[in-house]
């Protein structure tokens, strides 16, 4: 069920904001997830913007707008959402004074990305919490080492709760253990069976790196990436109507 703020169900524009990438595949997933907010909230206009590598601008996509709630599609707090999207409407709102821009969270961390990881582990056939399992937790990796201390809280939590044999971090760049790094080193333990769970919202680049590195190391099974899981349109509407909502008691402060 999608979280709601209190209150009337607001009508201020979303604009969320991806990464990009060259590959047609990460702007086709964008799209799926965002058709699920759609159909969700009929009511409700949702726009999509790219930081880089695909078309629009977040900038153009504000075009029209006179107020927009702004959310970054990332699963982590990093330079992109702490810089980036910061810059970007810093640039729109100085060349339209009157536009008002309300800005939201990341999706992740959040409780629901790890059922949506493990969505994605079912779907390939590794039931939660598999005795004797060993799970690599594999994110695309930050220069940022918040960024990444977070990707390994996750792990360490969701293998506390669950009773998989471990859960591991690994980052695809910038950052250590590599995934076939954590491959290796966990078979060199004994683990009898390996799975990664790809901390990644779509196909393209890492995705196709992390399942070629990992599968030629030794892993059993690599699960898709989160894509349009309903789980991350739940986040995105909880992330929104949050926003919205301060926006909201802002306006009558």
Request: glycine share 6%; hydrophobic share 50%.
């Amino acid at each position: 069920m999608t979280w709601r703020s209190p209150g009337a169900a607001s009508v201020t524009p979303l604009i969320a904001v991806a990464h990009g990438s060259r590959d047609p595949r990460a702007a086709a997933t964008v799209e799926d997830l965002l058709d699920l907010v759609r159909i969700a909230r009929p009511e409700l206009l949702v726009r999509t913007a790219y930081l880089d590598h695909a078309a629009p601008t977040l900038p153009a996509a504000l075009s029209g707008l006179t107020e927009a709630v702004v959310l970054p599609l990332l699963l982590t707090e990093a330079y992109h959402s702490r810089v980036d999207i910061p810059g970007a409407l810093a640039e729109a709102t100085a060349r339209r004074p009157l536009l008002r821009v309300h800005a939201g969270a990341t999706l992740g961390p959040h409780p629901l990305l790890v059922t949506a990881l493990e969505r994605r582990l079912a779907e390939a056939g590794v039931e939660p919490g598999e005795m004797g399992t060993a799970v690599v937790l594999v994110s695309a990796g930050s220069s940022d080492p918040r960024a990444n201390a977070t990707v390994a809280q996750i792990a360490g939590d969701w293998s506390a709760r669950r009773g998989w044999r471990s859960v591991s971090a690994a980052y695809a760049s910038a950052a250590g253990p590599t995934p076939q790094e954590a491959v290796l080193r966990l078979r060199r333990s004994g683990a009898a069976r390996v799975v990664i769970a790809p901390y990644l919202l779509a196909p393209g680049h890492f995705a196709d790196k992390i399942r070629r590195e990992t599968l030629a190391a030794g892993a059993d099974v690599v699960a898709d990436v989160l894509g349009a899981a309903p789980e991350l349109a739940t986040v995105l509407l909880e992330r929104y109507d949050r926003a919205a909502h301060r926006r909201r008691v802002l306006a009558t402060a």
